[in-house]
């Protein structure tokens, strides 16, 4: 049986990216390292993203998430040495996570003896996938449950470290590591990392602030890039269905986080309906400059009621007739698909530019504060004319920058093609170099 490099993990499937993420890092492991088997640890869902991702990476051993009840175990454990609470968030938390609770969760998995077990003993290599979960603290949106949230999303790689397997970080955005007990846990969890690569240099800077070793760290893009699935009929059909023509389109992907519980409080309703309200004067200068249509789409499914009801059911009359705003959630192959047939695209998602832009179809990104680090790879893609703060640039700032996509298309397109591509998958071959490193 062939050794496994193992990935952790796949996200699911309510955002495109986050369907993308484990296939355009499946295809770079299987065309450079052929002779390993690839297994990939499901967070949720496993059913679902197993059938998908034997569609799209054949051969892939996808493994439900079996850290569940070691961890939950392992919690319970710990509760009954704390008169019934959780061990404090101190300096002492880090000793306990790695001495005495990981050992916990290991001894349990190695006792069930699931198919997840097997994997273990034949991987060479873990990696735990892009994304921006390995926080804490007040400096994210999500990560201030330390053993509920940090500890559990860490817990491939804390499991990797102390069976002595090989682990590494691919292309992650590191927002906090907030104050004790997060600086000691990955400190620790990534100065013994085989690599840290970041998705993004402005994280990269932040690790070299904590004093986490320099070993190995680099950036390379999120592995959305190496997405290579397109479903080009079933963009025919919608783009047929909907009157569109091959390059005569914008896409616009908005983001409410209406839906959201963590992030819905941040932003507030009051500011997400200014948010509309800027994308859709953007989409009227479009129309009215161009005479060419837009299309409405979403990146997570839970906003598809918000886009019709707040970009577009509200715009002028003469402009919604040039609109198509999408009813069906989809997935990231047809995405593609459809992104390789516009003109531009306007979205206010990370994982949607990367699509764009691995169809090199050119794309402006709106964001906020509150998106994180991750909103620097536009810079370090090579284009920092391409981001913009929503809060902080004018509506009409924003529609000129949309507008420059048809007037400057082809200059723009062949920039990408020529020069930021191959960069960036040079940068990609190098982090591969390091894994091949790393499995000798």
Aim: hydrophobic share 45%.
């Amino acid at each position: 049986m062939r050794d496994i490099i193992m990935t952790a993990y796949a996200w699911g499937f309510g955002n495109i990216g986050d369907a993308a993420i484990t296939p355009g890092l499946l295809g770079l492991l299987h065309e450079r390292f052929p002779e390993h088997a690839a297994a990939v640890l499901v967070e949720a869902g496993h059913d679902r993203v197993r059938d998908y991702l034997h569609r799209v990476t054949p051969g892939a051993l996808v493994l439900e998430n079996a850290l569940a009840h070691p961890f939950e175990a392992a919690l319970a454990e710990a509760r009954r040495h704390c008169d019934g609470e959780l061990p404090p968030t101190d300096e002492t938390s880090a000793d306990f996570l790695f001495d005495t609770f990981t050992p916990r969760v290991v001894d349990t998995i190695m006792q069930e003896n699931t198919e997840f077990t097997e994997a273990l003993r034949r991987t060479k290599l873990v990696i735990y996938n892009s994304g921006m979960v390995l926080v804490f603290g007040d400096g994210t949106l999500a990560g201030r449950n330390f053993w509920g949230y940090t500890v559990r999303r860490s817990l491939p790689l804390l499991v990797a470290n102390r069976l002595g397997i090989p682990y590494g970080v691919y292309a992650h955005s590191f927002d906090s590591f907030g104050g004790v007990p997060g600086q000691a846990l990955f400190r620790r969890l990534l100065d013994e990392a085989a690599f840290v690569f970041c998705r993004e240099r402005d994280s990269l800077r932040y690790l070299e602030g904590t004093g986490i070793a320099e070993h190995t760290r680099m950036f390379v893009p999120d592995s959305t890039l190496s997405f290579v699935e397109r479903d080009d009929a079933w963009a025919a059909a919608f783009m047929a269905g909907h009157g569109l023509q091959p390059g005569r389109f914008l896409v616009v992907v908005p983001r409410t986080w209406l839906g959201d519980t963590i992030v819905r409080d941040a932003i507030g309703e009051a500011r997400s309906n200014t948010h509309m309200a800027t994308l859709r004067a953007s989409i009227e200068a479009w129309v009215r400059s161009t005479g060419m249509q837009a299309v409405i789409a979403v990146e997570v499914a839970d906003e598809l009621p918000h886009a019709r009801r707040l970009v577009h059911e509200p715009l002028p009359d003469d402009v919604r007739r040039h609109c198509v705003v999408m009813d069906d959630f989809w997935l990231p192959d047809q995405a593609a698909g459809l992104y390789r047939q516009a003109r531009g695209l306007l979205t206010m998602e990370l994982h949607s530019y990367l699509l764009a832009f691995g169809q090199e179809t050119p794309a402006v990104v709106v964001t906020f504060a509150e998106s994180g680090r991750k909103v620097e790879m536009v810079r370090d893609f090579g284009q920092p004319e391409r981001l913009l703060d929503i809060d902080q640039a004018t509506s009409c700032a924003v529609a000129e920058a949309v507008c420059k996509m048809d007037s400057e298309h082809g200059h723009v397109q062949e920039r990408m093609r020529s020069l930021l591509l191959p960069s960036l998958r040079g940068l990609e071959q190098r982090a591969l170099d390091i894994m091949a490193q790393a499995l000798i």
